[in-house]
């Protein structure tokens, strides 16, 4: 006799767990079944996906780690802190990450006991269809339940000609573990990953290279953010190189060489010891068994959903990095819940136009809403109010006057419609900017909201008044 659930998630990724705690939660029997190859200390695979495991969180530890010593290295002296040249003693570094990594993945497991939600270790593959709804089979069993919710993420995407080692040429999974500093490392692709990856071994000492196929930097950003970030990425000793086009890409035992044509049409051969290939993710639908039950993907291989993550078969959900929309952990889970509170007869929501977008460089860069060329491209009416931490009395406390905050506001009616900001602390002042459009807020309405003081979030209140020619520091 099959074990039989009425919800049965396919993958323990940040979709995938949250949909199964949140479903549990409003009172259904759940299960979810994960095979990553990260094994815990009891040997099953790892909850958290991508995000925990070789993601959000490893690669968030190892920016602060290598934040500190940039600072330690760098800003220290100019306050008055004495404590020579710093040392970065790799493997400590890595194993403060791991165990930062072993915490978090063990306590979901934590939280899938304390709500009931039954973990199954194996791969999950579509079997058919049965009185109840779905056959899934799990490793070796067969699992019946109700509904079904694909949360089976992404990996990297590799280039033809670019065997990734994880050890010389590297995706996500080994920029995340190299085990000493490379002295040259070449990263393709000046996405995210790129930026993210590259400042962390060149604060650690790298001589790093970005090669970007693309004509423009960071072309989501705001154009005036993008601008900013490449002056300061580029100050700070990345060296990003757009327009280019790969050659050949041979790797040796120590090390690998880049052939490449630069946007001026000239041939050069790179040598680096490590190469990172960042040049954006592809959905895990290999092995689900999808065709022969006829869910429909789309030419990228994303599972076709509509706008609340329902599938072409009845009873199945795909969420996550798996169907369309940013690939963000915070989108995945939004999603996640918005399918359990749907199946369990709620109004559940994920609004995709309002994901918030943030790469933790320093400075830090995020965004909600509209671009300034987004809002030219729709001829939209718009004021900026723009914002320089120079101005703020907390950003020069803390030594971050790099950046700014731009907000845009519709010029009829007020309501803002887009929030840019590239400075420290922009990963958490970007929440303020998210609640404030979700409420379809004016400028005005921040404006006259009281923010305390001295704080970085003075400068989204300047900006806000800025859009009304007001601000009062600037
Ligand atoms: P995943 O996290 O990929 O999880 C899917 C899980 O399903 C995996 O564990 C996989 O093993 C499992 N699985 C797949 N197929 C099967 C199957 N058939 N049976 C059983 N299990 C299966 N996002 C952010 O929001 N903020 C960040 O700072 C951030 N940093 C990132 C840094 C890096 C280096 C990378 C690579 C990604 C980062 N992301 C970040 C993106 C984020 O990790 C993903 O958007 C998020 O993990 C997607 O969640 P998911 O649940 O859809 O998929
Ligand atoms: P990305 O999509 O951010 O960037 C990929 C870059 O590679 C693009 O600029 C693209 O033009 C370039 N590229 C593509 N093909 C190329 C080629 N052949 N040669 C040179 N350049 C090429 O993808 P990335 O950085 O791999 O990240 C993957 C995903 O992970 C992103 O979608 C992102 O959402 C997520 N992520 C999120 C983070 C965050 O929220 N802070 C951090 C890291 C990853």
């Given at each position: 006799m099959s074990k039989s659930f009425d919800v049965l998630v396919i993958g323990g990724g940040p979709g995938g767990y949250v949909a199964a705690i949140r479903a549990a939660q409003l009172g259904f029997s759940v299960a979810c079944c994960e095979s990553n190859p990260y094994a815990d200390p009891k040997g099953e695979p790892r909850l958290g996906g991508t995000c925990l495991n070789v993601g959000c969180i490893p690669s968030k530890a190892l920016l602060h780690t290598s934040h500190l010593f940039e600072e330690a290295g760098h800003a220290f002296a100019e306050q008055?802190?004495?404590?020579g040249k710093p040392q970065i003693n790799v493997a400590r570094m890595l194993a403060r990450k791991a165990d930062i990594v072993t915490r978090l993945t063990t306590g979901i497991k934590g939280l899938f006991k304390k709500n009931k939600v039954t973990f199954l270790p194996g791969h999950g593959a579509f079997a058919g269809q049965s009185a109840a709804g779905w056959k899934i089979r799990v490793g070796a069993e067969e699992i019946e339940a109700k509904e079904v919710i694909v949360a089976t993420g992404s990996k990297a995407r590799h280039l033809p000609g670019i065997p990734v080692d994880n050890r010389i040429i590297c995706d996500n999974v080994g920029a995340l573990a190299f085990d000493a500093v490379p002295g040259k490392l070449v990263i393709i692709g000046a996405g995210v990953i790129g930026l993210e990856m590259g400042s962390v071994w060149r604060r650690l000492g790298a001589e790093v290279s970005i090669l970007e196929a693309g004509g423009s930097f960071l072309s989501a950003a705001d154009i005036d953010v993008a601008r900013e970030a490449q002056r300061i990425f580029t100050k700070q000793g990345l060296r990003i190189q757009l327009g280019v086009q790969l050659g050949a890409v041979k790797a040796g035992k120590k090390g690998v060489a880049i052939a490449c044509t630069d946007k001026d049409g000239k041939t050069n051969q790179i040598e680096a010891d490590r190469l990172i290939v960042s040049v954006g993710r592809v959905p895990?639908?290999?092995?689900?068994?999808?065709d022969a039950v006829g869910l429909k993907t789309d030419a990228r291989g994303m599972i076709e959903v509509d706008g609340h993550c329902r599938t072409n078969l009845p009873g199945v959900w795909a969420i996550g990095d798996v169907v369309r929309g940013p690939m963000l952990a915070h989108k995945a889970m939004e999603e996640g819940v918005m399918v359990a509170e749907i199946l369990a007869g709620q109004a559940g929501h994920c609004n995709l136009e309002l994901i918030p977008s943030v790469l933790y460089t320093q400075p830090e860069i995020a965004w909600i809403g509209m671009t300034e060329q987004q809002l030219k491209a729709e001829g939209l009416a718009y004021k900026t109010g723009k914002i320089p931490f120079l101005a703020n009395g907390r950003a020069l406390g803390m030594g971050a006057t790099e950046g700014f905050v731009k907000m845009l506001a519709d010029a009829n009616t007020d309501r803002i419609l887009g929030v840019h900001i590239i400075g420290a602390g922009a990963s958490d002042l970007i929440g303020e900017a998210v609640a404030a459009l979700e409420f379809s807020a004016a400028a005005e309405d921040l404006a006259r909201i009281c923010h305390a003081h001295p704080t970085l979030s003075e400068a989204l209140h300047e900006a806000a008044m800025a859009c009304d020619k007001r601000a009062l520091h600037s």
């Open positions: 008055g802190i004495e404590v895990n639908t290999d092995g689900l068994n999808a």
